[in-house]
T-cell receptor, first 111, second 115 residues
């Protein structure tokens, strides 16, 4: 069974810092990997989707990479801002449209 | 275009009652998935419907059920509510068929409190 782990569980950084969030998964037979952002009490907002054949995706200050062979993905956030404070979740999708979520990294960007 | 819409946003029930939550997916999406989110367990998959058929199912008791209509709108029902059912229930939609991108889009959720 696919297991997804996100470390650290929480992270606090000063504004302007570049940071990396980690996501690891146990089964490399994935279809895609998606990063989400969740604000307190809200739904999940899709940030980036990486197909299994891709190595990375970029959107603005965000860059996500995927290394299937090692079972890892990273989300890089450049020049962090207080508005980036949220919980970031990764989800791994298989060929049967099932998705497995990590428990998230709670990010706090201090002004 | 409109996103995923969930109703109601908030509701309070008492133990033993039943509840029905609704989800309208993005237009053109045929897959609807339901998740339960609690502080202790995180996001847990309930079930997925595609073209009115349950295609995937998580490990929840039979008190949790769902269905999907011909317009892809979905409902989930929880019967005989327990205190532990208090959670944020999230619905996600996607195109749902291979070789689609598989991107998930979530609604704002329905916050259920069981007293």
């Amino acid at each position: 069974k696919q297991e997804v782990t996100q470390i650290p569980a929480a992270l606090s950084v000063p504004e302007g810092e570049n940071l990396v969030l980690n996501c690891s998964f146990t089964d490399s037979a994935i279809y895609n990997l998606q990063w989400f952002r969740q604000d307190p009490g809200k739904g999940l907002t899709s940030l980036l989707l990486i197909q299994s054949s891709q190595r990375e995706q970029t959107s603005g200050r965000l860059n996500a990479s995927l290394d299937k062979s090692s079972g890892r993905s990273t989300l890089y956030i450049a020049a962090s801002q207080p508005g980036d404070s949220a919980t970031y979740l990764c989800a791994v999708g298989d060929n049967f449209n099932k998705f497995y979520f990590g428990s998230g990294t709670k990010l706090n960007v201090k002004p | 275009k409109a996103g995923v819409t969930q109703t109601p946003r908030y509701l309070i029930k008492t133990r033993g009652q039943q509840v029905t939550l609704s989800c309208s997916p993005i237009s053109g999406h045929r897959s609807v998935s339901w998740y339960q989110q609690t502080p202790g367990q995180g996001l847990q998959f309930l079930f997925e419907y595609f073209s009115e058929t349950q295609r995937n199912k998580g490990n929840f008791p039979g008190r949790f059920s769902g269905r999907q209509f011909s317009n892809s709108r979905s409902e989930m029902n929880v019967s005989t509510l327990e205190l532990g059912d208090s959670a944020l229930y999230l619905c996600a939609s996607s195109l749902g068929w291979s070789p689609n991108t598989g991107e998930l889009f979530f609604g704002e959720g329905s916050r259920l409190t069981v007293l």
